[in-house]
């Protein structure tokens, strides 16, 4: 239309970065996800046992035990703000190197990156506690801690 040449870089190449990096990358980063989560259920686990008394089999109910026994769930509350936070790094290097046509397309990529990852990553502890461990005190608990650490940090980032 103006007559002014127009660099050329090819779909093909587009789409072989998207399948053979970007997506096995984000794939590599929601197993990392997904380790984590069942780290932090482990540790969960032991602190549970390891704060439980050997002789009645109760939980111990003072302040340091419910500390500790909340601790594997608040640090992977953190970690999944930290890893949101980091994959929104990688999504964005990825997509740019894509090297996508318009600035449309490039938007449409990293939105669609971002948003399947921090779907993932922020429910997927929820949706394995509901649907595959069905218990809904733990349910409960994960869900009230994520919320309580997540809005916890927002309050210390807008100071």
Not at 81 to 89: C, D, G, P, R
Not at 93 to 109: A, K
């Amino acid at each position: 239309v103006s007559g002014k040449e127009e660099l050329y870089y090819p779909h093909r190449k587009t789409v072989k970065k998207i399948l053979l990096v970007s997506l096995p990358v984000t794939l590599l980063c929601l197993s990392l996800a997904f380790a984590m989560m069942l780290g932090s259920f482990a540790a969960e686990t032991w602190m549970m046992s390891t704060l439980t008394d050997a002789e009645t089999g109760e939980l111990a109910t003072d302040l340091i035990s419910t500390v500790l026994s909340n601790l594997p769930s608040i640090l992977y509350s953190l970690s999944i703000i930290v890893f949101n936070a980091i994959y929104l790094k990688i999504a964005r290097r990825l997509t740019v190197w894509e090297n996508h046509r318009t600035q449309e397309q490039h938007d449409t990529h990293v939105t669609a990156k971002l948003v399947l990852f921090e779907f993932v990553n922020t429910f997927l502890a929820l949706f394995y506690t509901g649907f595959y461990i069905q218990d809904l005190k733990s349910l409960r608990s994960q869900l009230f801690t994520t919320l309580m650490v997540q809005q916890a940090v927002n309050q210390i980032q807008e100071v």
